[in-house]
């Protein structure tokens, strides 16, 4: 490939967590590089995390900014300048330590940058303030926006970036209804999975190592542990299963660590509630479709969700799903009867949901196959990345 008709782009994240958003990101970039090969790729990441050697494999060059900037690498002909940022004693503003980075990266002339997540978008304003193509890839409804800045900072800058992707429809729409944003800057594309899913364990193996017997379903969630994720309301809705049927199971709640406040508090009312020996607690971990791969039933408990990451992999894997209405980008996944949505926090109807599906197998199995085939012919990574790839085509 001749030089000079490489395209440069930058990536911003804003972590290499093993999280949906990340993974993502990730994914994306793997096809990007694979599928372009004009196309260069420089890696910004706001905060480190499990997947940062995932991420340097596939950049050309990779900056940890951490906001306090203690560790990132850099090409070295801009070394003795980034030390000299490192080093210096006054103090700074998170506003000072942004346009420090950015400064730097201006220099390497991108074609376009790239934000994921609305926490990015912070960091592509420089970039779009000298005529560069920004898109910022936003997946957050309205508390996780207002959680990362402030209502007025989204109102006056929403603006100020080129090509917005929406992770939903609902997304979209809040955008536009919330935060006055142009509604011809945003182009709707889903999360998505790929095409084929690694599993380290099987289902007997796992089973067995969870002491998890054959005669018992399995019930279970895959998420943070916060209250936008509902996972507060567990203990509570696992003790209205109880109540409903003898029919022998067992509740995984996977995600968090056991020394997670959200998770302690969590076993302290299972305790209380005596459901203990039913709800098993499982660390966050590199294999969550193993465990996924095991339930009978998928729950998503979100009070607000965009479109998570783990609800596709439950359909790829064919488990009925259960979520809230007006909890956002599930209900435009699941409605129209290719999932089962509760009304909105009623925990009394989700576990009636579960406990018929819990009765039904062939219920069960109609729901996953049914699910399955939504996610193949309407949310195919292929015709997702294709989406995302014309854009940036479209913009360098």
């Known amino acids: 490939m001749n030089p000079s008709k490489m395209k440069k782009i930058l990536f911003i ?54 906001y ?11 070394l003795k300048r980034v030390e000299s940022i490192v080093f210096k004693k006054k103090p700074e503003t998170q506003q000072d330590k942004i346009d420090k980075i950015t400064t730097i990266l201006l220099q390497n002339k991108y074609d376009l940058v790239y934000g994921n997540t609305m926490e990015s978008l912070i960091w592509t304003l420089p970039f ?9 890839a936003i997946h957050e409804l309205s508390f996780g926006i207002e959680s990362t800045y402030p209502k007025e900072f989204v109102l006056e800058n929403i603006s100020n970036v080129t090509k917005i ?11 536009v209804a919330k935060y006055g944003a142009d509604p011809k800057k945003i182009n709707v594309v889903h ?26 379903l399995i019930i279970g969630i895959a998420s943070s542990q916060e209250l936008r994720k509902g996972t507060d309301m567990i203990p509570l809705l696992v003790q209205k299963i109880k109540q409903k049927t003898d029919l022998p199971f067992k509740f995984i709640n996977l995600g968090g660590t056991s020394k997670s406040p959200a998770v302690r508090c969590a076993k302290i009312d299972a305790e209380k509630l005596e459901v203990d020996d039913v709800l098993l607690f499982i660390d966050h971990n590199k294999f969550p479709n193993d465990y996924i791969n095991l339930f009978d039933v998928f729950l998503l408990m979100s009070r607000e969700d965009p479109f998570p990451l783990v ?14 209405e ?35 197998n062939e219920l069960r199995k109609k729901y996953g196959e049914n699910i399955h085939r939504r996610l193949e012919e309407d949310y195919s990574d292929e015709k997702l990345t294709l989406n995302i790839f014309n854009l940036i085509d479209e913009l360098v």
């Open 128 to 136: 779009y303030r000298k005529n560069i193509p920004t898109i910022v």
């Open 311 to 324: 609800m596709l992999t439950a359909a790829k894997l064919k488990k009925p799903i259960i979520a809230f």
């Open 165 to 175: 992707i929406a992770g939903s429809k609902a997304v979209g729409d809040n955008l």
């Open 191 to 216: 999360s998505f999975v790929d095409s084929v899913l690694i599993l380290q364990k099987d289902k007997e193996s796992l089973r067995q190592e969870l002491g998890i017997k054959n005669n018992e």
């Open 326 to 360: 007006k909890s956002g980008g599930a209900v435009e996944f699941l409605e129209n009867g290719y999932g089962i949505l509760a009304p909105y926090l009623d925990l009394d109807k989700m576990a009636d949901n579960v406990v018929n599906l819990l009765k039904n």
């Open 68 to 78: 306090h900037l203690q560790s990132f690498s850099f090409l070295k002909r801009n």
């Open 13 to 66: 994240s804003h972590e290499a967590s093993l999280s949906g958003a990340p993974i993502l990101a990730l994914n994306l970039l793997k096809r990007l590089k694979k599928e372009k090969e004009d196309y260069t790729i420089d890696v910004l990441l706001i905060r480190g995390g499990e997947l940062y050697e995932d991420f340097a494999k596939i950049s050309n060059q990779i900056v940890v900014a951490h």
